[in-house]
């Protein structure tokens, strides 16, 4: 899923450099920026730097496409296509934006200070440090949910972060190579090229059909002699994949899943995770143990441990174990000058790339309007109001589906024209030019010249 705003982005590239632009303001209040991510930098592109002075704390120097990441596990984009420097987003700014490449590690809403720690694996002769703020933005998303089950962690792939892709390409590749190896056994052929999805969310349906589409294009061209023997199994515990769509799309998935060989276990849940296989309870409350070569977790998100020790310090005021909880117009309850915004929050919106940008955009929005009031203009501030602009989800061999608000009500469509309505629609909600050029050119490549199965 992914919301419709358009980001005209020539202007990164044509116009400004840190050099040209303004220093800090002294006099100016400052703003910390928690992340990189969708509600940082949709906060980020839009903050007027005239008002105040900007810094972003994040231990990523780079703002993630992540609606792309799963075409990155099997090379169907290439990883930096769907990277953009921090700096490139920051560059078109009236005043320098500071940026520390650095986790957050704590929160002090009394001292109003942050504590920041550089996670590199250089560092200079200081790599922790404190700085105070005016206002604070926290954006830093959420963590993979694992339920605290062992073995998630060390054996299986998640599928969030830029790594997280290359970690699955590879595996992927050592999996298909292993197999080929001389003299396999049968039954450990079949256990490598056995791939396991956990998660009929967006994310494990997409992963899934990216997977058959590498298959069913490369894999069977270059390794006809394993070609009968690949399969994949998506795992979900509840009663249906993607809940969040209309039932219509549901049956149409689950039937293209079908016709495409991905075989589907819902209400069946994990209950054990090791090293070469994974033990589940099925709908008939049978324990069934499923080999794989590789696993691939994806199963929602929960709270940081930053988010939950700022949770702990406020816990008068944070009751929800599933999030920061924060009014109608992103401020953190029971923190002053404090805001939260994207998959950090406990909402009732889907923590989805959408939410985050549209509540990114507000929330600059807010803080132009407190500008004009310290200005002594009157400024009406109004609540922070979510449009949903509909949900998509690619689902293999050329097809996607998409559930759009229309009217008063709603249209499902899914197959092929919606794919290309996909893929143009996450081209036009890409942040830069740069990144819209180079994915639409490994597209291209992957088209002519086939998926690279290099490892
Ligand atoms: P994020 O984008 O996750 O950003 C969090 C940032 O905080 C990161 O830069 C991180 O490095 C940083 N950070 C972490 N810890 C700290 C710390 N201690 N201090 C400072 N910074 C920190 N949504 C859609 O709407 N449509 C889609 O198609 C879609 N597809 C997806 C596909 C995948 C594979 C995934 C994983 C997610 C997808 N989502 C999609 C969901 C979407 O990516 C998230 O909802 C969105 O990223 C939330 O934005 P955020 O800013 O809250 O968090
Ligand atoms: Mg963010
Ligand atoms: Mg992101
Ligand atoms: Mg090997
Ligand atoms: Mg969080």
């Known amino acids: 899923t992914v919301g419709a705003i358009g980001y005209g982005s020539y202007e990164i590239y044509s116009k400004r450099h840190p050099l040209e632009q303004q220093p800090f303001d002294p006099k100016k209040r400052t703003v910390i920026v928690l992340g990189s991510g969708w509600g940082a930098v949709s906060f980020l592109k839009s903050i007027n730097t005239d008002d105040y002075n900007v810094m972003v704390v994040s231990p990523r120097n780079y703002f993630l496409?992540?609606?792309?990441?799963?075409?990155?596990?099997?090379?169907?984009?290439?990883?930096?296509?769907?990277?953009?420097?921090?700096?490139?987003?920051?560059?078109?700014?009236?005043?320098?934006?500071?940026?520390?490449?650095?986790?957050?590690?704590?929160?002090?809403p009394e001292s109003k200070t942050i504590s920041i720690s550089d996670v590199s694996d250089i560092k200079g002769a200081v790599s922790n440090t404190t700085i105070p703020y005016d206002y604070l933005v926290v954006a830093v998303g959420a963590e993979n949910q694992t339920f605290g089950m062992a073995g998630v962690r060390e054996y299986a792939c998640f599928l969030k972060e830029i790594w997280d892709a290359q970690n699955i390409r590879t595996r992927l590749m050592d999996c298909v190579e292993s197999a080929g190896f001389a003299s396999q056994a049968p039954e450990e052929v079949d256990r490598l090229l056995h791939m396991v999805v956990v998660g009929g969310g967006p994310t494990g349906v997409e992963y899934a059909a990216e997977l058959h589409d590498f298959l069913k294009d490369d894999l069977e061209t270059w390794y006809p002699e394993l070609a009968d023997k690949f399969r994949i199994t998506l795992v979900e515990a509840l009663p249906s994949v993607l809940p969040m769509f209309s039932s219509q799309l549901i049956q149409y998935t689950e039937k293209t899943f079908k016709q495409n060989k991905i075989e589907v276990l819902t209400k069946t849940m994990v209950k054990e995770v090791a090293e070469k296989e994974i033990k589940?309870?099925?709908?008939?409350?049978?324990?069934?143990?499923?080999?794989?070569?590789?696993?691939?977790?994806?199963?929602?998100?929960?709270?940081?441990?930053?988010?939950?020790?700022?949770?702990?310090?406020?816990?008068?005021?944070?009751?929800?174990?599933?999030?920061?909880?924060?009014?109608?117009?992103?401020r953190v309850s029971g923190a002053p000058d404090m805001y939260a915004i994207g998959d950090c929050t406990f909402s009732k919106y889907a923590p989805t790339a959408q939410v985050a940008t549209q509540q990114g955009l507000y929330l600059a929005?807010?803080?132009?309007?407190?500008?004009?009031?310290?200005?002594?203009?009157?400024?009406?501030?109004?609540?922070?109001?979510?449009?949903?602009q509909g949900s998509l989800a690619y689902i293999g061999s050329d097809k996607a589906i998409a559930d759009l608000p229309f009217l008063n009500g709603n249209i499902s469509v899914g197959g092929v024209a919606t794919y290309v309505f996909w893929r143009s629609v996450y081209i036009s909600n890409m942040f830069s030019f740069r990144n819209r050029f180079l994915v639409v050119g490994d597209w291209m490549k992957s088209k002519v010249f086939g998926r690279d199965v290099s490892r």
């Open 280 to 330: 589940v309870m099925d709908a008939n409350k049978n324990m069934i143990s499923i080999p794989y070569g590789l696993l691939v977790w994806a199963t929602g998100n929960c709270p940081r441990a930053l988010t939950r020790k700022l949770m702990a310090r406020i816990k008068n005021a944070q009751t929800s174990p599933r999030g920061l909880l924060v009014d109608d117009y992103m």
């Open 65 to 108: 496409f992540t609606p792309l990441l799963p075409s990155c596990t099997v090379g169907t984009i290439e990883l930096r296509s769907i990277m953009e420097p921090i700096r490139f987003i920051t560059r078109h700014k009236s005043r320098n934006v500071k940026f520390y490449e650095s986790e957050c590690t704590d929160i002090d």
């Open 365 to 388: 929005s807010v803080f132009e309007s407190l500008a004009r009031i310290e200005e002594g203009k009157s400024k009406k501030i109004t609540p922070f109001e979510y449009s949903h």
